[in-house]
Nanobody, 124 residues
Framework: QVQLVESGGGLVQAGDSLRLSCAAS????????MGWFRQALGKERESVAS????????VYADSVKGRFTISRDNSKNTVYLQMNSLKPEDTAVYYC?????????????????WGQGTQVTVSS
């Protein structure tokens, strides 16, 4: 059974940083590209970042480019999202997800396994 467990969310002030982690189990982690997504209250879930199987290729939504960094440690079956220069509009529940295949893709509909999410709140 595939499990993805996010951690690291919290309440921070604008301009602060947070690092989210997502620990994966029940799947051959290095065979899967991973992604981070977020959903603000009353809005649709949106893509944030994706990373390929090796960590050598990443893609980002325009809204976070230059501020967020996705990375992975295949020896720990964990994917990370380093978030710097946080803004109030980054407030959302953040989810990690795994997709079949090794390529990094932002399209959320092709991700097959999802975590339960972690809340990130950025105050102004």
């Amino acid at each position: 059974q595939v499990q993805l467990v996010e951690s690291g969310g919290g309440l921070v002030q604008a301009g602060d940083s947070l690092r989210l982690s997502c620990a994966a189990s029940g799947l051959p982690f290095s065979n899967h590209a991973m992604g981070w997504f977020r959903q603000a209250l009353g809005k649709e879930r949106e893509s944030v970042a994706s990373i390929n199987w090796s960590g050598g290729n990443t893609v980002y939504a325009d809204s976070v480019k230059g501020r967020f960094t996705i990375s992975r440690d295949n020896s720990k079956n964990t994917v990370y999202l380093q978030m710097n220069s946080l803004k109030p509009e980054d407030t959302a529940v953040y989810y990690c997800a795994a997709k079949n295949g090794v390529l990094a893709v932002l399209n959320r509909v092709i991700y097959t396994n999802w975590g339960q999410g972690t809340q990130v709140t950025v105050s102004s």
